[in-house]
Each structure stands twice: as structure tokens, then as C-alpha cells.
């Protein structure tokens, strides 16, 4: 096929990230709901994402902190399921995926009342983190879909994990960078799609760039 300069380049950046600890923390569910309202977007994010961020080759999706802690330490194994459960590939904004965090706990709050008299062991309280990321430009830059492809083989998880995750429900692009390049700068409209409607809460970091390459050689291919 022949291939087509994309409008703009896609430039791959990459992240590096750092944990702080708020100085708040939780020792029932009713205090740990206060402060999911509460605490800066970045503390959600670092506990629906810290597992993908420390373990970047487990696969599937581990559980959130949240349900972690629900489970292990209070020891509500319903709610700790709900938590769970919750898709945050179905939430395009950590705002968003905070009310559906904070709704699931104070449903669960109302069904059983007695669950707020249930307290942590000192020692054991939820310590509240945020995530703090530095972003920085690679070397790797893509004028067309058959560079792009070869800087997908070249570039770090952490660029991946950046432009896939990142970038969506954090910055609040809505979409990944990639689909979001493939369909403004180089009109590869049902390319784009294929990749938007990828899972990758499903795949390790390295499964997805694997993923990814084999949609985009095939589509070149096919093309």
C-alpha cells in the first residue's frame, strides 16, 4: 500500500513517576468514602492504577487498592467484589470513575448500616497516595504508519503504558494517543477504531505492544 505522511508527526513520549504520601488515612468505610471525595484526582488515579504501574507485566487487571484493602482488611467481601468489578475503561475522566467508586461504597453503606461500626486495625488504616508523573519527549518520532509501527518495537512499556493509559483518563483525551493520531493526522479512521476498542486493562504491557504491532502490520497488509 501506499504509504501515507501523516498531517503531523506522532512524537513518543515517555513518563517517570513518583509516589507521595498524603498524610491522610482511613480507618472504616465511612472514612474512606469522605476522603475518595475528597482527596486530589491524582490519589485516585495512583490507587485504580498502581498495580499496572509497579507490575507492569501482570496480566489480567489485579485489583484496585481500594478493593484490596476492603477485602483483606475489613474483611466485606461483597463490596470488596463490587470494587472490583468497576471497568475503568468505561470512565474517560478520573472525576468520573471517582463518583462511580464513591457511589459503589455509600450503596453499599446503605444496605448494610452495620458496616460503618467496622473499624481497622491501628496499624492497618488506608493511607491515602497520589501519583506524580514527569513526561518527557523520546527520540522516536513517526511521520508515517510504517515508522510508527517500527518505533512501537523500539520504544519502553513506560512510553506505552503513557500514550495508552495515561493520557485517556488523566488528561482527559477521551481516547488514546495513538487511535487519536491515526484518526486526525493520518486518516486511518477504521484503524483507529480497531485500537479504541482494545481492552488493555486485559494485557500485560508488553502483550499490548505485541497487540498493537500485529493490528498495524496487518493493516498494512491488507492495505
Not at 493520531?181 to 484503524?191: A, D, I, K
Request: aromatic content about 12%; hydrophobic content about 40%; overall charge positive.
Amino acid at each position: 500500500m501506499k504509504i501515507k505522511k501523516a498531517k503531523a508527526p506522532f512524537i513518543f513520549y515517555t513518563r517517570h513517576n513518583l509516589t507521595e504520601l498524603l498524610g491522610i488515612k482511613a480507618g472504616n468505610l465511612s472514612q474512606l468514602l469522605k476522603y475518595i471525595r475528597e482527596v486530589p484526582g491524582a490519589s485516585i488515579y495512583h490507587h485504580t492504577h498502581r498495580f499496572l504501574q509497579i507490575h507492569l507485566y501482570l496480566s489480567p487487571e489485579p485489583p484496585n487498592d481500594f478493593s484490596y484493602w476492603v477485602v483483606n482488611i475489613m474483611r466485606e467481601d461483597e463490596l470488596a467484589e463490587r470494587l472490583a468489578c468497576i471497568d475503568i475503561i468505561q470512565y474517560s475522566s478520573i472525576r468520573e470513575l471517582r463518583d462511580k467508586i464513591a457511589t459503589t461504597i455509600e450503596q453499599y453503606l446503605k444496605e448494610y448500616p452495620r458496616a460503618k461500626q467496622r473499624y481497622a486495625k491501628e496499624g492497618q488504616e488506608f493511607h491515602f497516595m497520589k501519583s506524580i508523573s514527569f513526561v518527557l519527549p523520546t527520540r522516536y518520532i513517526a511521520n508515517n504508519l510504517k515508522e510508527f509501527v517500527l518505533a512501537l518495537k523500539e520504544v519502553s512499556i513506560h512510553s506505552i503504558y503513557f500514550h495508552i493509559f495515561e493520557s485517556r483518563i488523566r488528561l482527559e483525551k477521551g481516547d488514546n494517543d495513538f487511535s487519536f493520531w491515526l484518526r486526525t493526522s493520518v486518516g486511518e479512521n477504521e484503524l483507529a477504531e480497531e485500537i479504541s476498542r482494545i481492552d488493555p486493562y486485559t494485557f500485560t504491557l508488553e502483550g499490548l505492544r505485541k497487540k498493537l504491532i500485529s493490528m498495524i502490520e496487518e493493516h498494512l497488509k491488507s492495505g
